[in-house]
Structure formats: structure tokens, C-alpha cells
T-cell receptor
């Protein structure tokens, strides 16, 4: 079993829909990261959080430490949000452990 | 500030050769981490350097090595290349290990 599990693996939605991507982890962590990767490979860090909730524009990330679960929400989704979203955790000695990613496609 | 840069961006090698990849972190960042991304295994941690010292190492064979220079620039080396080493190699820098990481564009290595 992977230490970091994401669901769903693939998600297709229509423009304007509310999107939720989930991440569960099985190890103790010091922080959790949400990353975005566009075709071509470049990775952008969206959020780093260790408790509570963070918001940036249309993106919201939450984490529940007791339940070892985090969610990434996108409100009013847009085709430019189409990308792979990756959850990663800082686990023991600070190295990052990654989920397998969620491929999001937003159709106009 | 300039972002993280990686050179070269694309590389084609043959089995048995060796390769050196370079990463220049954001100015002032002292931590550099390297990652391998393949379709089958996803993103995997290779190693982390901080102030010229390797602090963490992932589960990769000894053919994978790295170093960091006094200006925080880092190189990774893969010797005796295998077909399975074909991947996107990403480096990321942060001001301190464990903090928000800033990723470079990656080097896409193809081993023939």
C-alpha cells in the first residue's frame, strides 16, 4: 500500500463545476503539499500546509491531521485548470513522498 | 528572483554511458532535492543536499549520485545507464529543507 493515496486518479468535469481531489496518508508528517503539473513537466507548488485550511484564488486546501486526510478544492473550474495534481508529504527526515497524482480535465 | 534552472533540458544517451545533470537553485536557497518521475513509478525522491552535505537519500542504487557546490548549485550523476533510467529528472530548491519547494523545469533523459 502506498504511503500517500490520491483519489480519483482521473477526473473529467465541465467548466464551472466544483472540483474535489482527495489525499490520504498513512505516515506521520510535518507538512503536506499540493502540486500542479502541466503537460511538459513543470511543477508548481500550490499549497504547503500542516493544519487547517488555506485559500488562494479559486483553490482551497484543507487538512485533517487526526484523520490523515487532505482535500484540494477548485471552485468555478476552468479549462486552464486542466493538469495533474499531486499530493506530497514531508515524512521523516523531511524527504517528500508523493501520491500518484490526479489527472484533471475540464471541458469547456 | 530567477527561478530554479536545470540543464540540459533534454538528453539522449545509450545504455552503459553516464550522464551528469545540473541544477541551479533560487538565489539564497541552500537546500536542493532531486526527484525522478516515470510513468510507472510516478515521482520518487532521489536525494537532498543542504550546505554541500547530503542529508537524505532515497531508495536508488549507488549508480545515482550527487553533489552540491559552495554556491548551492547541484549536480547529479547516473553511471552505467539502463533503459529504466529514462525519466524526467526534477530538482527543487528551498530555503530550508522541508519548507515549500520550488521546482525546476526538469531534464528529460532518454536512454536508448
Amino acid at each position: 500500500k502506498n504511503e500517500v493515496e490520491q483519489s480519483p486518479q482521473n477526473l473529467t468535469a465541465q467548466e464551472g463545476e466544483f472540483i474535489t481531489i482527495n489525499c490520504s496518508y498513512s505516515v506521520g508528517i510535518s507538512a503536506l503539499h499540493w502540486l500542479q503539473q502541466h503537460p511538459g513537466g513543470g511543477i508548481v507548488s500550490l499549497f504547503m500546509l500542516s493544519s487547517g485550511k488555506k485559500k488562494h484564488g479559486r483553490l482551497i486546501a484543507t487538512i485533517n491531521i487526526q484523520e490523515k486526510h487532505s482535500s484540494l478544492h477548485i471552485t468555478a473550474s476552468h479549462p486552464r485548470d486542466s493538469a495533474v495534481y499531486i499530493c506530497a508529504v514531508n515524512s521523516g527526515a523531511q524527504k517528500l513522498v508523493f501520491g500518484q497524482g490526479t489527472r484533471l480535465t475540464i471541458n469547456p | 528572483k530567477a527561478g530554479v534552472t536545470q540543464t540540459p533540458r533534454y538528453l539522449i544517451k545509450t545504455r552503459g554511458q553516464q550522464v551528469t545533470l545540473s541544477c541551479s537553485p533560487i538565489s539564497g536557497h541552500r537546500s536542493v532535492s532531486w526527484y525522478q518521475q516515470t510513468p510507472g513509478q510516478g515521482l520518487q525522491f532521489l536525494f537532498e543536499y543542504f550546505s554541500e552535505t547530503q542529508r537524505n537519500k532515497g531508495n536508488f542504487p549507488g549508480r545515482f549520485s550527487g553533489r552540491q557546490f559552495s554556491n548551492s548549485r547541484s549536480e547529479m550523476n547516473v553511471s552505467t545507464l539502463e533503459l529504466g533510467d529514462s525519466a524526467l529528472y526534477l530538482c527543487a530548491s528551498s530555503s530550508l529543507g522541508g519548507n515549500e519547494q520550488f521546482f525546476g523545469p526538469g531534464t528529460r533523459l532518454t536512454v536508448l
